[in-house]
């Protein structure tokens, strides 16, 4: 037997279903989409690139060529990329004073997975003066620092600075570590 309670809750929940279709129609624009319009979606797709600090140890042996000094080889241990190895190229050398010098050079490092680091250099150098006696100039320290300037794989597009610390070098060998930053 049908009661009174049955139909009435029948009836709320058609006006129940009818309330939410009616908003559903009304609600909806009559406004069209354009898929002319240009959407930016890096902002939420792509990952910031921001500075993330560095350190490197160097070991570098002098390199000729035809018996002039042309730049150097060189290997370390570099954060983000592990063991490395690589070449500098000696662009700029020249005598500040008798005992100071200037070099600048375009290098660059191999890490452990074969993507390339690409570093511009700058480095003040001062010769001990055991070797300004004997005529040498082969050893004695250096400062300065390298702009990074790009890369290869993970580094595409790598930026950043490090600066040397406690650079020396003796007939031929030249060691140090440096510090800084790198936006890859």
């Known amino acids: 037997m049908k009661t009174k309670r049955t ?7 058609k006006l129940a279903l009818l309330s939410t279709f009616m908003l559903a129609v009304i609600s909806c624009s009559t406004e069209s989409i354009s898929i002319e319009e240009p959407t930016d979606l890096t902002s939420t797709a792509a990952k910031a690139k921001k500075p993330r600090p560095i350190k490197n140890t160097f070991v570098g042996v002098d390199r000729f060529e ?10 370390g241990n570099i954060s983000h990329g ?6 500098g190229t000696t662009t700029n050398f020249y ?16 890490v452990a997975n074969g993507d ?42 790598a930026v950043g600075r490090m600066d040397m610390d406690n650079g020396e070098f003796n007939s031929g060998v030249a060691t140090h570590n440096a510090a800084g930053t790198i936006t890859y």
Not at 66 to 75: E, P
Not at 82 to 87: A, Q, V
Not at 116 to 121: A, L, Q
């Open 66 to 75: 035809d018996g002039d000094l042309v730049g150097n080889s060189f290997s």
């Open 116 to 157: 390339k680091i690409y570093t511009s250099s700058e480095v003040f150098i001062v010769f001990s003066p055991e070797s300004i006696l004997d005529g040498t100039y082969s050893s004695g320290t250096y400062t300065g620092g390298f702009d990074i300037v790009g890369g290869t794989g993970r580094f595409d597009g």
């Open 7 to 13: 139909f009435g809750m029948k009836a709320i929940l």
């Open 95 to 110: 005598f500040t004073s008798a005992s100071e010098a200037v070099q600048t050079s375009e290098d660059f490092m191999v």
């Open 82 to 87: 592990g063991k490395y190895t690589g070449e």
